[in-house]
């Protein structure tokens, strides 16, 4: 009876070892550029739907981390994992034109905003604003469709700040500041500027512009609305969406920028 009731206890732990080492085999322990060690996981598997989403709005589905809610994709759009969030068959600028069903986007901070961020998100939303042949506006206001808040360490360590993607014909609804940004001397006035631009780009629709500038494959998905046709093949590095990397400073946008959005976004005749 005592030699059963080892036998079962040495099958339990032998188990319990091999299910450990196949856990540890799916991470690896390093350290950051501060010195903490941090742990990275194996890359997620996500289901073929929200994959092809992913890919078909013109980013690298190899590129993505699991944050919980979320999926992180080329280290600043946001994917929730929720597939009721989503309209699967949402096309790109390119294919239709104007994606937003609304081009009145509403805008709030939240309370628990540092004032860096929302002297950064006034400035970024008159810099939109400015581009005059283009009839898509943002305004603050209390009924919101974009809302700006903290992250609440949903983000790592070496990301500024991140934009849910538009899964529907709206706008991304949230944009998240890394309140615990410390790379490059932490969060300046100019760099959450150019930060908070950019996001808003990403809550337009708009994807990252300069990948070949980035060791990344070239992709017919990719890219924006350049002119009146898609400029698949050229990267356009002085873009607002081009991955400059979270310490770039505002410098104000490109042509491609301002074509991208007059395109997309054209003033009527009527306006």
């Known amino acids: ?149 903290s992250d609440g360490g949903l983000l790592p360590w070496d990301v500024m700040a991140a934009a849910v993607f538009p899964c529907t014909a709206a706008p991304g609804p949230i944009i998240y500041v890394n309140t615990d940004f410390k790379p490059c001397g932490g969060v300046t006035a100019d760099r959450a500027e150019y930060s908070m631009a950019h996001q808003l780009g990403h809550c337009l629709g708009f994807t990252h512009a300069s990948w070949l500038g980035h060791g990344e494959a070239v992709r017919e998905e990719e890219g924006n609305v350049i002119g009146n046709a898609m400029n698949r093949r050229a990267a356009d590095p002085q873009s607002i969406m081009a991955r400059r990397g979270h310490c770039t400073t505002w410098s104000g946008f490109s042509g491609s920028d301002i074509n991208a959005l007059e395109t997309a976004y054209p003033r009527s005749t009527a306006d």
């Open 1 to 149: 009876m005592r030699l059963r009731y080892h036998l079962i206890a040495l099958k339990y732990m032998t188990c319990l070892l091999l299910l450990c080492t196949s856990v540890a085999c799916h991470k690896k322990a390093v350290k950051s550029k501060f010195g903490e060690q941090v742990t990275l996981a194996a890359p997620p598997v996500l289901t073929a739907q929200l994959m092809n989403f992913i890919q078909r709005q013109g980013f690298d589905q190899n590129a993505v981390e699991d944050l919980g809610k979320y999926y992180l994709v080329e280290k600043d759009v946001l994917f929730p994992k929720d597939p009721t969030r989503y309209d699967f068959s949402l096309g790109k600028h390119y294919e239709h034109g104007s994606l937003l069903a609304d081009t009145r986007v509403i805008v709030r901070s939240g309370n628990e905003l540092p004032e860096v961020w929302k002297g950064a998100l006034e400035d970024a939303m008159g810099h939109w604003n400015s581009i005059t042949n283009s009839r898509l506006t943002f305004e603050l206001g209390a009924e919101e469709h974009l809302l700006i808040q």
